[in-house]
């Protein structure tokens, strides 16, 4: 089946400095999702981008969508503590209503 | 906004015994819910997917005479692990959508399963 892969694994920064976790897919992306879980916490939908090239932001979140719908971005501008947690990207399984989710960024700042 | 509820948020159980997890949508009705596990700083891995009225869809791996799915009505989807084992201690969460199938999931709080 579709697999979404995310990289990297883990990332600790030092508050104030930029993050950003990266999603790629072998097959083009009808749309693609992305999540945050805080630790001990359930997944909570950020955003969602669907256009070829898109880009939304968030804040002190950008978003994007490749020109080619295969791959995807998450960047944090000046992080903070409150940005811990675990980012995953998500995209529909081909054909199907089945949610497949990316392996996910933990992300850990040292304030 | 769309809020799912599930419960109980904790549960120790003992080597054998079965629980059961509930997942509510509050505000919307969900035909479709989804079952995810989690596993200590993994990604979540879709169990089944839960549909209203009828057999739930697992996915390969998964073994439907132990995660037994029930989805009754348009609000309710249970969960009931049999005969546990210490290996099925995880985490599970349950969620479902509100809209479109390309719309985004909301999720329960999730279940910590603790099986001794």
């Known amino acids: 089946g579709q697999q979404v892969m995310q990289i990297p694994q883990y990332q600790h920064v030092q508050e104030g400095e930029d993050f950003t976790t990266y999603c790629n897919s072998s097959?083009?992306?009808?749309?693609i999702q992305w999540y945050k879980q805080r630790p001990g916490g359930h997944p909570v939908f950020l955003i969602q981008?669907?256009?070829?090239?898109e880009v939304k932001k968030q804040k002190r979140l950008t978003f994007q969508f490749g020109e080619a719908k295969k791959n995807s971005s998450l960047h944090i501008t000046a992080t903070q503590t409150t940005d811990v947690g675990t980012y995953f990207c998500a995209a529909l399984q081909g054909g199907s209503e089945k949610l497949v989710f990316g392996k996910g960024t933990k992300l850990t700042v040292n304030p | 906004g769309a809020v799912v509820s599930q419960h109980p948020s904790r549960v120790i159980c003992k080597s054998g015994t079965s629980v059961k997890i509930e997942c509510r949508s509050l505000?919307?009705?969900?035909?479709?819910m989804f079952w995810y596990r989690q596993f200590p700083k993994q990604s979540l891995m879709l169990m089944a997917t839960s549909n209203e009225g009828s057999k739930a869809t697992y996915e390969q791996g998964v073994e439907k005479d132990k995660f037994l799915i029930n989805h009754a009505s348009l609000t309710l989807s249970t969960l009931t692990v049999t005969s546990a084992h210490p290996e099925d201690s995880s985490f599970y969460i349950c969620s479902a959508r509100s809209g479109q199938i390309d719309s985004p999931l909301h999720f329960g709080n999730g279940t910590r399963l603790t099986v001794t």
């Open positions: 097959t083009t992306l009808s749309n």
């Open positions: 505000d919307f009705q969900a035909t479709t």
């Open positions: 981008l669907v256009k070829s090239g």
